[in-house]
Nanobody, 121 residues
Framework: QVQLVESGGGLVQTGGSLRLSCAASQRTFRAYTMGWFRQAPGKERDFVARISSSGRMTYYADSVKGRFTISRDNAKNTVYLQMNTLKPEDTAVYYC??????????????WGQGTQVTVSS
């Protein structure tokens, strides 16, 4: 399993943008599907987006489709989440995670520590 570290969170106003990064510890990162998840206080962790190991396939939760973009740079062992037109409902701790495949029911065994995103009204 790889070590994952998220960064790029912060405080923004409604309608603003942030780009989150998730850096992996080793080159084997390129063999994994990568996903972004988020968890708000008192709520369960929700799926946000995922990207296949090659970057050829992506999938988004309906709540972020058209606003968020997931991408990866395998040469830099990094996955990104570009978040535009942010809303207060996007406020959460955002986590990246690694999976052996792209399936909707795939397991994610390796997780980062999370980065806080706060969107004010």
């Amino acid at each position: 399993q790889v070590q994952l570290v998220e960064s790029g969170g912060g405080l923004v106003q409604t309608g603003g943008s942030l780009r989150l990064s998730c850096a992996a510890s080793q080159r084997t990162f390129r063999a994994y599907t990568m996903g972004w998840f988020r968890q708000a206080p008192g709520k369960e962790r929700d799926f946000v987006a995922r990207i296949s190991s090659s970057g050829r396939m992506t999938y988004y939760a309906d709540s972020v489709k058209g606003r968020f973009t997931i991408s990866r740079d395998n040469a830099k062992n990094t996955v990104y989440l570009q978040m535009n037109t942010l809303k207060p409902e996007d406020t959460a701790v955002y986590y990246c995670a690694a999976s052996p495949n792209f399936a909707a029911n795939a397991r994610y065994d390796c997780w980062g520590q999370g980065t806080q995103v706060t969107v004010s009204s």
